[in-house]
């Protein structure tokens, strides 16, 4: 990648962060950024280069995460989604996929997805479930083999971008096996209903509504051409379903010292000691859990899937969702009174600050596993309830 995917990002952040207020407000979709996002070639981000996309490492992810959430967390909480899966996808090697015995046909598959990312296609994630959340051992959503391919049925929630997506992935367990776990690339149209649910405390342009599926798509929309592959890949590639999350919350801690700033100067606050001691230590706790989000996508570049690596991924979320929630807290207060308004820039980024702890893996789910960890336990196994 390169310094065009980074210098996009860094362009988009200020049209994001003009039109954040408005679709925070209203609760609607930012449908502007994403026609951004499409121009700027950003949702071939992940896409391997002969596929006709940049080609991006997961350290090069979270920069360019970072930089969009600094304009608009909900909208790079979204793309987070998109990159995740193509980059799991994309992350498929030769080696992984004999040793996985996924067959040459899938991979053909795999390829015209990520083509089509390449090209402006946007997926979604539809994993989660009512009293399941996005534990892939808990949810209850089937499918069954038909004559004409994997007929799925069931409810998911919390489906960022539902509703303006062009393909989901969708997260079942076999109706034959319960067992098994699989995932799907549905795309959107027939049989996919959206219900209108999302109205939250943060995020609130997301519009991570209910998705209900009662749809039956072509046997290539098997991921990998393999059933059960879905607990084994979250084990093997647990980066993209916890340390992705933080790239996008140190941006939105990074926006709200940007905010603070601004709101500060403005009033002529910065000369009291108190406020400045405050805003360094927003900027010395946010650059830490930066510096630990970079560490960990380095070692996930350098070893996916190492012991140590998996390590530094929960560190990541663990830090960057608490530091994203105290540090705009801390610099909301003081700014005083006035940023607490509706519509204050504050008042949005320490709601969508508060959100980070709360996804998955939650906060005491990273402190827990690391913990575990620590103690020279297996974290994946020993703890109170499955990770997955």
């Given amino acids: 990648m390169t310094v065009q995917a980074f210098e996009a990002a860094r362009r988009l952040a200020p049209r994001f962060a003009a039109r954040a207020a408005e679709h925070d407000r209203d609760g609607s979709f930012p449908t502007e950024d994403f026609r951004d996002l499409r121009e700027a070639g950003l949702f071939g981000l992940m896409v391997p280069r002969a596929l006709g996309g940049m080609g991006a490492s997961f350290a090069e992810y979270a920069a360019v995460a970072t930089e969009l959430a600094r304009g608009n967390g909900a909208t790079a909480l979204v793309f987070n989604m998109h990159a995740s899966v193509t980059g799991a996808l994309g992350a498929v090697t030769e080696e992984l996929a004999e040793a996985l015995g996924v067959p040459d046909e899938a991979l053909e598959a795999r390829d015209r997805l990520l083509t089509a990312a390449a090209q402006g296609s946007w997926y979604a994630v539809a994993m989660s479930e009512r009293g399941a959340g996005a534990r892939l051992s808990q949810l209850t959503m089937a499918y069954e083999e038909t004559d004409e391919g994997w007929h799925l049925k069931g409810s998911k929630t919390f489906c960022s971008g539902a509703g303006h997506a062009d393909g989901y992935l969708v997260a079942a367990r076999s109706a034959a096996d319960q067992s098994v776990v699989s995932q799907f690339l549905v795309p959107a149209g027939d049989g996919l209903t959206v219900e209108p649910t999302w109205d939250s405390l943060g995020m609130r342009a997301t519009s991570s509504h209910d998705l209900h599926l009662d749809v039956t798509v072509p046997t290539d929309r098997l991921l990998g051409g393999v059933e059960g592959l879905a607990l084994v890949v979250a084990q093997l590639m647990p980066h993209w379903l916890v340390a992705s999350y933080a790239a996008v919350y140190v941006g939105v801690a990074r926006a709200a010292i940007d905010a603070a700033a601004e709101h500060l100067n403005a009033r002529n606050l910065a000369g009291l000691p108190a406020v400045r001691a405050r ?88 402190a827990d596993w690391l913990g575990i960890a620590a103690l020279g336990g297996d974290p994946d196994r020993d703890g109170s309830a499955p990770r997955w």
């Fill in 279 to 366: 805003l360094g230590r927003a900027d010395a706790t946010t650059a830490a859990a930066q510096l630990v989000v970079a560490e960990a996508a380095r070692r996930v570049d350098d070893a996916p899937g190492d012991e140590e690596t998996n390590r530094w991924v929960w560190r990541a979320k663990l830090l960057a969702g608490t530091t994203a929630a105290e540090v705009a807290a801390s610099v909301l207060e003081a700014a005083g009174t006035s940023a607490t308004r509706r519509g204050h820039p504050l008042e949005r980024l320490y709601r969508d600050a508060r959100c980070g702890s709360l996804h998955p893996a939650t906060s005491d789910v990273c």
